[in-house]
């Protein structure tokens, strides 16, 4: 009932579910992509088309994109990055394996003092990104 109350009056707006290393990707890379110009729009249009594609952050610099791709073998990412780099509106890709995971801030966020949750009694309880993060992940 409490949850519910809370979910009705938006303290509460939505859940993440944390995976462990056990549900994770074997494989993960960081696709860095040049696209041609005028055509970003059609490919991240057809990056969120490749179910792989878990993630694309637009940047600066030499490269306009960054895609997170995901894969359970090694062959499976190699047709993954094929696919990517014949995508109409690519220039051209450049592609990195993560190899491990040094520290990730958005895995574990702590709440603010300053957070509402804390004087209905939620502190701690609930994993929330921290305000500085504007990004859905």
Do not use: W
């Not at 009932?1 to 993440?16: D, F, K, M, P």
């Not at 995976?19 to 057809?46: C, D, F, N, T, W």
């Not at 895609?67 to 990412?77: F, G, N, Q, R």
Request: aromatic content about 4%; charged content about 25%; some cysteine.
């Amino acid at each position: 009932e409490r949850l519910a109350r809370l979910e009705r009056s938006q303290v509460i707006r939505g859940y993440t579910v944390i995976l462990g290393q056990e549900a994770r990707p074997r494989l993960l890379a960081e696709v860095m992509i040049q696209v041609e110009p005028q055509k970003s729009a059609g490919v991240v249009g057809a990056l969120q088309k490749i179910p792989g594609c878990i993630r694309c952050l637009a940047i600066s610099g030499e490269f306009d994109l960054i895609a997170e791709i995901c894969a359970d073998a090694p062959e499976e990412l190699d047709q993954m990055l094929d696919r990517i780099g014949t995508l109409t509106g690519i220039k051209r890709t450049s592609s990195s394996i993560i190899l491990s995971t040094k520290f990730d801030r958005r895995q574990t966020p702590e709440i603010h003092s300053q957070s509402p949750l804390n004087t209905i009694g939620l502190q701690g309880k609930f994993r929330f990104p921290p305000p500085c993060q504007g990004f859905d992940t």
